[in-house]
């Protein structure tokens, strides 16, 4: 069946440097490819997403590239600051009949060192 | 504008019994899907439902159902509780008719079955 997964459960960067995290998807049917940012105690964030026919996006300080050839997806993160701190979940939209449906990863865990 | 909101934050039932899971929209959309949230992994779609319809389910047994009321706020319920059925329970809102990706979630409710 469909997935999305992570290369990597958590990522340690210092504050300052520019963070990669890196994601796997298997379903090719997906129109979207999604960002989303959890921090503690909080429901998630929609980051930045990208259309399947793409392979670029840039937004404030953070930048998805698309990989179809490899179905890979990853969300860079320039200037990580200690509120970047948190899990970040990757997620595709793909149409289910009439109806669309997110399908989320597990998650990484970004760490920001002092 | 205010945000999605959830009720209750906590609730702690014993197996076999039957919760209700609250969730008000935020103000302008008409979607609301409903996802799992097990402690340390990803979201798992449950259900979503636009102007007070069913329109897709996630795989999930029967005694996961919800409904959508006319003010777009939501419901949802879990009968039969089983001990795997704690975890944190997000509701996310969004505009039908946009591309989805960018769903508006509350702080969840997290549920503990003893």
């Known amino acids: 069946g469909e997935s999305v997964g992570l290369h990597l459960p958590t990522l340690s960067v210092q504050e300052g440097d520019n963070s990669i995290i890196n994601c796997a998807y298997s379903n090719s049917a997906s129109d979207y490819f999604i960002w989303y940012k959890q921090e503690s105690g909080k429901g998630p964030q929609f980051i930045i997403d990208i259309r399947s026919n793409m392979d670029k996006r840039q937004g404030q300080r953070v930048t998805v590239l698309l990989n179809k050839t490899v179905k890979h997806l990853s969300l860079q993160i320039a200037a990580t600051q200690p509120g970047d701190s948190a899990v970040y979940f990757c997620a595709e939209n793909f149409a289910s009949g009439s109806a669309r449906q997110l399908t989320f990863g597990s998650g990484t865990q970004l760490t920001v060192l002092p | 504008e205010a945000g999605v909101t959830q009720s209750p934050t906590h609730l702690i039932k014993t197996r076999g019994q039957q919760v209700t899971l609250r969730c008000s929209s935020q103000?302008?959309?008409?979607?609301v899907s409903w996802y799992q949230q097990a402690l340390g992994l990803g979201l798992q779609f449950l259900l979503w439902y636009d102007e007070g319809e069913e329109r897709n389910r996630g795989n999930f047994p029967p005694r996961f159902s919800g409904r959508q009321f006319p003010n777009y706020s939501s419901e949802l319920n879990v009968n039969a509780l089983e001990l795997e059925d704690s975890a944190l329970y997000l509701c996310?809102?969004?505009?039908?008719?946009?591309?989805?990706?960018?769903?508006?979630f509350g702080p969840g409710t997290r549920l503990t079955v003893l």
């Open positions: 103000s302008g959309h008409n979607t």
């Open positions: 996310a809102s969004s505009r039908a008719g946009q591309s989805y990706n960018e769903q508006f």
